[in-house]
């Protein structure tokens, strides 16, 4: 009998046991902040390090990259910083199978590129160039919530995967790193990191 009991137990929460809610990057809206308080964003993830900056009691859509002991890191102003988990609802609309959020981009230094994602197409931004506007697809890995992607548009394919990444520019931290294919007479591969922010 209690063999039986606990192979059903097994069996009932395995599947739920093992799916993931989210994973980072992902994005969240402020909760339970009174709308007269803000929500502190501190140097470390500590009540008691330096705070660095707020976010609105009203906040959504806020970028969270990594999370440590009921803490989550996001972006202020140049510098990445830590809130309370506690006061963040995490949104279920981010990551569409086979679709981007509507503030990807992706961005890499040396050399200085950037590339948006809006509607149906992409631009291609770099220095000196004219931007290039291509329609584009977006391809997920069939994996629930996973935020990786692929954007095939025209002659380029940009490659988007979970991992911390620097801009090399800013104290900043993002939670996609972007590999950028471009073909053509002379194939290029550039490096950068991708946000969804809006």
């Known amino acids: 009998m209690l063999r039986t009991a606990l192979a059903l137990t097994l069996v009932l929460a395995g599947p739920a046991a093992a799916t993931q809610e989210y994973t980072l990057p992902t994005l969240f809206d402020v909760t339970d902040v009174a709308a007269d308080d803000v929500l502190n964003i501190r140097a470390e993830p500590s009540a008691s390090a330096k705070i660095i900056g707020t976010l609105a009691p009203d906040a959504t859509h806020v970028e969270v990259v990594e999370e440590r002991r009921g803490w989550a890191r996001v972006n202020t102003a140049e510098r990445s910083g830590w809130v309370s988990s506690r006061f963040l609802n995490y949104r279920v609309d981010v990551w569409e199978e086979g679709a981007l ?65 620097t801009d090399g520019m800013s104290d900043r931290l993002y939670g996609l790193q972007a590999l950028l294919v471009l073909r053509g007479q002379t194939p290029e591969l550039m490096s950068g990191c991708c946000s969804i922010q809006p």
């Open 101 to 165: 959020p509507q503030g990807f981009r992706c961005f890499g230094t040396e050399p200085f590129w950037s590339l948006a994602a809006k509607g149906g197409s992409v631009t291609l931004a770099r220095p000196g160039e004219d931007d290039v506007v291509q329609p584009a697809t977006a391809l997920s890995t069939g994996i629930f919530r996973l935020p990786t992607r692929a954007v095939v548009a025209g002659d380029m394919t940009l490659t988007a995967t979970p991992q911390i990444c």
